[in-house]
């Protein structure tokens, strides 16, 4: 049984900065795209990065560029993703996704999903 755990979330003003963690267990995930998506309240679902298990690539949202960076730890089946300069429009639930994925950005090709971590960012 695939499990994603989040954890990492928080309060943090403005301009501050948190680390996400997404431990993975229950299979293997090689060949598998890992993602983090934000949902704000009475918004959708947003993609927000991904990394691909086994090479390493990244794809990241517009809006996040040069602000968020995603990274694993294949040792020990961990997905972070470093968040700085946070906006009070970071404000969300951040999830954990995981899946054979061919369009990272699409929320509907995730098989596995954690139950996500608050992050909200004061004014």
């Known amino acids: 049984q695939v499990q994603l755990v989040e954890s990492g979330g928080g309060l943090v003003q403005a301009g501050g900065s948190l680390k996400l963690s997404c431990v993975a267990s229950?299979?293997?995930?090689?060949?598998?795209?890992m993602g983090w998506f934000r949902q704000a309240p009475g918004k959708e679902r947003e993609f927000v990065a991904s990394?691909?298990?086994?090479?390493?690539?990244?794809y990241f949202a517009d809006s996040m560029k040069g602000r968020f960076t995603i990274s694993r730890d294949k040792a020990k089946n961990t997905v972070y993703l470093q968040m700085n300069s946070l906006k009070p429009e970071d404000t969300a639930v951040y999830y954990c996704?995981?899946?054979?994925?061919?369009?990272?950005?699409?929320?509907?090709?995730?098989?596995?999903w954690g139950q996500g971590t608050q992050v909200t960012v004061s004014s």
């Open positions: 229950g299979r293997t995930f090689g060949g598998y795209v």
């Open positions: 996704a995981a899946g054979l994925v061919a369009f990272p950005t699409s929320p509907g090709q995730y098989a596995y």
């Open positions: 990394i691909s298990w086994s090479g390493g690539s990244t």
